[in-house]
Nanobody
Framework: VQLQASGGGLVEAGGSLRLSCAASGSIFGFHDMGWYRQAPGKQRDLVAAITNSGTTNYADSVKGRFTIARDNAKNTVYLQMNSLKPEDTAVYYC????????????????WGQGTQVTVSS
Protein backbone atom coordinates (compact mmCIF):
# COMPACT_ATOMS: atom_id res chain seq x y z
CA VAL A 1 0.00 0.00 0.00
CA GLN A 2 1.25 3.46 -0.89
CA LEU A 3 -0.07 6.93 -0.14
CA GLN A 4 1.20 9.87 -2.17
CA ALA A 5 0.41 13.32 -0.79
CA SER A 6 0.75 16.59 -2.64
CA GLY A 7 -0.37 20.20 -2.49
CA GLY A 8 1.53 21.72 0.40
CA GLY A 9 3.36 25.01 0.19
CA LEU A 10 3.78 28.53 1.52
CA VAL A 11 0.76 30.79 1.78
CA GLU A 12 -0.09 34.03 3.54
CA ALA A 13 -2.53 34.10 6.43
CA GLY A 14 -6.07 34.10 5.14
CA GLY A 15 -5.12 32.17 2.04
CA SER A 16 -6.09 28.71 0.86
CA LEU A 17 -4.42 25.45 -0.06
CA ARG A 18 -5.73 22.11 -1.25
CA LEU A 19 -4.01 18.89 -0.29
CA SER A 20 -4.47 15.64 -2.18
CA CYS A 21 -3.52 12.10 -1.27
CA ALA A 22 -3.77 9.18 -3.67
CA ALA A 23 -3.80 5.72 -2.10
CA SER A 24 -3.03 2.52 -3.96
CA GLY A 25 -2.24 -1.13 -3.44
CA SER A 26 -5.23 -2.37 -1.40
CA ILE A 27 -7.33 -4.95 -3.22
CA PHE A 28 -10.21 -4.33 -0.81
CA GLY A 29 -10.04 -0.57 -0.99
CA PHE A 30 -9.73 1.77 1.96
CA HIS A 31 -11.90 2.38 4.97
CA ASP A 32 -11.35 5.60 6.93
CA MET A 33 -9.05 8.15 5.33
CA GLY A 34 -7.82 11.32 6.88
CA TRP A 35 -5.27 14.02 7.48
CA TYR A 36 -3.05 14.56 10.49
CA ARG A 37 -0.54 17.30 11.17
CA GLN A 38 2.57 17.68 13.25
CA ALA A 39 4.14 20.99 14.15
CA PRO A 40 7.76 21.15 15.38
CA GLY A 41 8.05 19.85 18.92
CA LYS A 42 4.44 18.71 19.03
CA GLN A 43 2.63 15.42 18.63
CA ARG A 44 0.84 14.37 15.49
CA ASP A 45 -2.83 15.28 15.75
CA LEU A 46 -5.92 14.51 13.74
CA VAL A 47 -7.07 17.31 11.46
CA ALA A 48 -9.96 15.65 9.64
CA ALA A 49 -11.17 12.18 8.76
CA ILE A 50 -13.77 10.69 6.46
CA THR A 51 -15.29 7.22 6.29
CA ASN A 52 -15.87 5.40 3.02
CA SER A 53 -19.55 6.34 3.32
CA GLY A 54 -18.73 10.03 3.67
CA THR A 55 -19.09 10.69 7.37
CA THR A 56 -16.63 13.38 8.42
CA ASN A 57 -14.90 14.38 11.63
CA TYR A 58 -12.87 17.54 12.24
CA ALA A 59 -10.59 18.90 14.91
CA ASP A 60 -12.26 21.84 16.66
CA SER A 61 -9.47 24.15 15.53
CA VAL A 62 -10.28 23.68 11.84
CA LYS A 63 -14.07 23.40 11.86
CA GLY A 64 -15.61 25.85 9.43
CA ARG A 65 -12.30 26.45 7.64
CA PHE A 66 -11.21 23.03 6.36
CA THR A 67 -13.20 20.54 4.32
CA ILE A 68 -12.29 16.91 3.76
CA ALA A 69 -13.61 14.95 0.80
CA ARG A 70 -12.79 11.72 -0.96
CA ASP A 71 -13.20 10.11 -4.34
CA ASN A 72 -13.65 6.40 -3.72
CA ALA A 73 -13.24 5.53 -7.39
CA LYS A 74 -9.77 7.09 -7.30
CA ASN A 75 -8.93 6.16 -3.69
CA THR A 76 -8.04 9.80 -3.18
CA VAL A 77 -8.69 12.05 -0.22
CA TYR A 78 -8.60 15.84 -0.34
CA LEU A 79 -8.29 18.57 2.25
CA GLN A 80 -9.44 22.04 1.26
CA MET A 81 -7.95 24.53 3.68
CA ASN A 82 -9.36 28.05 3.73
CA SER A 83 -8.75 31.03 6.00
CA LEU A 84 -5.37 29.62 6.92
CA LYS A 85 -3.68 30.83 10.08
CA PRO A 86 -0.01 30.79 11.11
CA GLU A 87 -0.89 28.15 13.71
CA ASP A 88 -1.88 25.81 10.88
CA THR A 89 1.79 25.58 9.94
CA ALA A 90 2.85 21.94 10.17
CA VAL A 91 3.74 18.86 8.21
CA TYR A 92 0.50 17.31 7.04
CA TYR A 93 0.24 13.54 6.74
CA CYS A 94 -2.48 11.59 5.01
CA UNK A 95 -3.59 8.27 6.44
CA UNK A 96 -5.75 5.44 5.21
CA UNK A 97 -7.00 2.26 6.86
CA UNK A 98 -6.99 -0.96 4.87
CA UNK A 99 -6.86 -4.71 5.48
CA UNK A 100 -3.32 -5.97 5.95
CA UNK A 101 -2.72 -9.13 3.93
CA UNK A 102 0.29 -9.96 6.16
CA UNK A 103 -1.83 -9.91 9.33
CA UNK A 104 -4.85 -12.04 8.45
CA UNK A 105 -6.47 -9.01 6.84
CA UNK A 106 -6.71 -7.13 10.13
CA UNK A 107 -7.16 -3.40 9.58
CA UNK A 108 -3.99 -1.36 9.55
CA UNK A 109 -3.29 2.37 9.23
CA UNK A 110 -1.00 3.39 6.41
CA TRP A 111 0.73 6.78 6.21
CA GLY A 112 1.82 9.07 3.43
CA GLN A 113 5.17 10.84 3.36
CA GLY A 114 3.99 14.21 4.66
CA THR A 115 3.73 17.57 2.98
CA GLN A 116 4.80 20.88 4.49
CA VAL A 117 2.24 23.65 4.92
CA THR A 118 3.62 27.02 6.00
CA VAL A 119 1.36 29.97 6.71
CA SER A 120 3.05 33.33 7.04
CA SER A 121 1.61 36.14 9.15
Amino acid sequence: VQLQASGGGLVEAGGSLRLSCAASGSIFGFHDMGWYRQAPGKQRDLVAAITNSGTTNYADSVKGRFTIARDNAKNTVYLQMNSLKPEDTAVYYCAADAPDRTADWAPRRYWGQGTQVTVSS
